[in-house]
């Protein structure tokens, strides 16, 4: 791992995060502190350097750094919905991302106990997360670090949510302040609810933690 782009457990702000870092070891995630955007695109080049087929789950956090266009400038084949024209093709892509090599995406929410939380609306990206990828890198930004579990369903439900909803226009209750119990299945953004608290597989999975507030 390339120390000068991305590190762990070093003293100032890092320190604060060596709770989160011992508590996702624990769980065979892996965890690293990036220093910058640039720090995190260049760790995920040497995350991916032996993958040619990545699969990307829709983020704003990714988008705000660009990786999808970055791996495909990398030459890299990239399976990424938001590159599709029609639905049948988003269809497609959502196929591919799960049996794509490595899977790059972000999360909900973060506890500093170690579980990772994340809400759905179709479950490709929860899916791929859970089994299939051989490598899922996470790009976590430190506005979705929360307490434990159960603060982090709570952020994913009451903030990631409405935010999303109100990105894609959906005008679903908790888009417009009102709560969960009005919701109908046309207008549901939260179809599905991942709580990941271990892997089963050791190193398969990553995150990379950015000091920035980022995304949803």
Do not use: W
């Given at each position: 791992?390339?120390?000068?782009?991305?590190?762990?457990?070093?003293?100032?702000?890092?320190?604060?995060?060596?709770?989160?870092?011992?508590?996702?070891?624990?769980?065979?995630?892996?965890?690293?502190?990036?220093?910058?955007?640039?720090?995190?695109?260049?760790?995920?080049?040497?995350?991916?350097?032996?993958?040619?087929?990545?699969?990307?789950?829709?983020?704003?956090?990714?988008?705000?750094?660009?990786?999808?266009?970055?791996?495909?400038?990398?030459?890299?084949?990239?399976?990424?919905?938001?590159?599709?024209r029609e639905k049948t093709e988003i269809r497609k892509l959502k196929k591919l991302a799960l049996t794509s090599e490595c899977y790059i995406t972000s999360t909900n929410?973060?506890?500093?106990?170690?579980?990772?939380?994340?809400?759905?609306?179709?479950?490709n990206r929860v899916a791929a997360m859970t089994y299939g990828p051989d490598k899922v890198i996470i790009v976590a930004t430190t506005n979705k670090i929360v307490e434990?579990?159960?603060?982090?369903?709570?952020?994913?439900?009451?903030?990631?949510?409405?935010?999303?909803?109100?990105?894609?226009?959906?005008?679903?209750?908790?888009?417009?302040?009102?709560?969960?119990?009005?919701?109908?299945?046309?207008?549901?953004?939260?179809?599905?609810?991942?709580?990941?608290?271990?892997?089963?597989?050791?190193?398969?999975?990553?995150?990379?933690?950015?000091?920035?507030?980022?995304?949803?």
């Amino acid at each position: 791992m390339n120390q000068e782009a991305c590190y762990t457990s070093i003293n100032g702000v890092v320190s604060q995060y060596i709770e989160l870092e011992n508590n996702l070891n624990k769980r065979n995630i892996e965890f690293q502190f990036c220093e910058s955007r640039q720090a995190v695109i260049e760790t995920i080049d040497l995350l991916t350097k032996d993958y040619q087929t990545i699969g990307i789950g829709n983020s704003q956090t990714l988008k705000s750094m660009n990786i999808s266009g970055h791996l495909v400038k990398n030459e890299k084949t990239v399976y990424d919905k938001t590159y599709a024209r029609e639905k049948t093709e988003i269809r497609k892509l959502k196929k591919l991302a799960l049996t794509s090599e490595c899977y790059i995406t972000s999360t909900n929410a973060i506890s500093l106990s170690g579980e990772i939380v994340n809400v759905d609306h179709s479950g490709n990206r929860v899916a791929a997360m859970t089994y299939g990828p051989d490598k899922v890198i996470i790009v976590a930004t430190t506005n979705k670090i929360v307490e434990n579990e159960k603060a982090a369903v709570a952020r994913a439900l009451t903030v990631a949510t409405p935010l999303n909803a109100r990105r894609a226009k959906i005008e679903s209750p908790c888009s417009k302040g009102n709560p969960c119990t009005e919701c109908s299945q046309d207008v549901r953004v939260c179809n599905y609810i991942s709580i990941i608290r271990g892997q089963h597989e050791k190193n398969r999975m990553i995150v990379l933690l950015i000091d920035e507030a980022l995304g949803f």
